[in-house]
């Protein structure tokens, strides 16, 4: 059952957002942004060591590749601080390395400390969610500075508030959305808003469909020096 999202969209925007669609094929975007990333359930259709031993896997050769491309610019760990308790439990002499490529910004983490589902906690514990995320990244050097909750299957409408509280001015979802366009502000009625992404079209994740503006103050907002 698809949980829809309580939340004020601007007209403008989706004025915007589907105005874009008619344009010309020679004003469409032709830059796509690829973030190269990982989804990871830390325990689900298989144990939660089974799924550990994927993620060792996955760490490693992450680590690996950073090392011998400098042109491997980025990776985003899921939005989730836990991975790096949980790699770290079995790889504790990567430590350094993680804080390294965490400082420079090619690992992207945080800024939750794991994935929240929306309807299966409480007010109080998205509050807590956030900063044990910003605890923890902060031990590795800073957090990624975008609202990144693509896997919840609904969404609490004082989210945008809550985000700001963090300093976080943008958002990026999949789940529990219905039409809203690509890109939208997602606003609380104390007039709380955040510049949201709509990861349209999945599958895992993409959004070949998202218009320039909504694109670049995200992307602006993972790569800038608000990190």
């Known amino acids: 059952m698809n949980n829809h999202l309580p939340m004020t969209v601007s007209p403008t925007i989706i004025g915007e957002a589907r105005s874009l669609t008619k344009r010309k094929e020679e004003d469409v975007m032709k830059t796509i942004h690829v973030i190269s990333h990982t989804h990871w359930d830390r325990e689900w259709y298989r144990t939660f060591q089974q799924f550990r031993l994927q993620l060792v896997h996955l760490v490693d ?33 990567a430590e350094d390395t993680l804080k390294e490529h965490v400082r420079n910004r090619r690992i992207l983490i945080g800024p939750c400390h794991i994935l929240p589902d929306m309807f299966l906690a409480s007010p109080e514990a998205h509050i807590h969610n956030l900063l044990v995320g910003e605890r923890e990244a902060r031990k590795f050097g800073q957090k990624m500075m975008i609202g990144y909750m693509p896997d919840s299957f609904g969404h609490i409408g004082q989210m945008p508030q809550i985000l700001r509280g963090f300093g976080m ?7 529990g959305l219905d039409d809203q366009p690509a890109g939208f502000w997602w ?10 992404m709509y ?29």
């Open 169 to 175: 001015e943008n958002a990026c979802l999949w789940r």
């Open 187 to 196: 606003q609380f009625p104390d007039g709380s808003r955040v510049l949201t």
């Open 61 to 93: 050769g992450l680590l690996d590749m950073l090392a011998k491309d400098p042109n491997y610019k980025y990776f985003m760990l899921d939005g989730q601080t836990i991975v790096l308790d949980d790699y770290l439990l079995m790889r504790s002499e």
């Open 199 to 227: 990861l349209h079209d999945h599958p895992l994740w993409t959004a070949p469909g998202i218009y320039r503006s909504c694109v670049m103050c995200v992307l602006c907002a993972v790569l800038s020096g608000k990190q």
